[in-house]
Nanobody, 128 residues
């Protein structure tokens, strides 16, 4: 079974950039669509971005479109989230997640419930 470990979070000033990484252990990483979600205290987990197993299909929340980029390297079993032009409202714990998909499917989901594997999260804090 795949295990997910996020890294790259930290404190940054508004307008700055961070790159999150999510490393997957185990085999068959390319069988998973991957997603990034975020959560702040007292709020539900929020979709940020997702990417198909091939990397061809990407989907973004409107709030991050044009600022964040999701990508993956199946050879390194890693998915990335490049975050530019960060805003204080981007402050949250960021989680990566994996969703088993049918072979060859470009499907990705915005729903947290579709993902069966989750990392432990990494804190991103953006100061004004």
């Amino acid at each position: 079974q795949v295990q997910l470990v996020e890294s790259g979070g930290g404190l940054v000033q508004a307008g700055g950039s961070l790159r999150l990484s999510c490393a997957a252990s185990g085999r068959a990483f390319s069988r998973y669509a991957m997603g990034w979600f975020r959560q702040t205290p007292g709020k539900e987990r929020e979709f940020v971005a997702s990417i198909s197993w091939s990397g061809v299909t990407t989907v973004y929340a409107d709030s991050v479109k044009g600022r964040f980029t999701i990508s993956r390297d199946n050879g390194k079993n890693t998915v990335y989230l490049q975050m530019n032009s960060l805003k204080p409202e981007d402050t949250a714990v960021y989680y990566c997640a994996a969703d088993t998909v049918l072979s060859g499917s470009e499907y990705t989901s915005r729903r947290p419930g579709a993902y069966e594997l989750w990392g432990q999260g990494t804190q991103v804090s953006v100061s004004s």
